[in-house]
């Protein structure tokens, strides 16, 4: 017998399970948007809060104005390590990477 859920008017849930619950390889590209999405934040963030334009930043780093606005880019996939260290770097910061529980729809 299928399980049947409660029904809702939540936007965000309704959205969940038409889209997503059920189907894994939606879910692996929605973490992997969000995760990238967050880098680019991130970057954004600290790059703003150190009062520097792109084109600053990347003559700190020795790279193109291009360069930091693709990694600002939530659609941008090309993150490497070494580049955020670069950019860290730059900023006072270090880069630390932490893994952590996905969430699991039940």
Known sequence: MAKMSKPTSD???V???RFYEG???????LEEARANGEIARK???LRTAAGLTQTQLAKLIGTTASVICR??????EGHSL???RRIG???NRRVEIRFVTIRRSA
């Open 23 to 29: 189907k894994p390889s939606r879910l692996k590209n």
């Open 71 to 76: 990694l600002e880019d939530a659609d941008y």
């Open 43 to 45: 970057i954004r963030g």
């Open 89 to 91: 770097a730059a900023l």
């Open 11 to 13: 936007a965000v849930e």
């Open 15 to 17: 959205l969940h399970r």
């Open 82 to 84: 070494g580049m955020l």
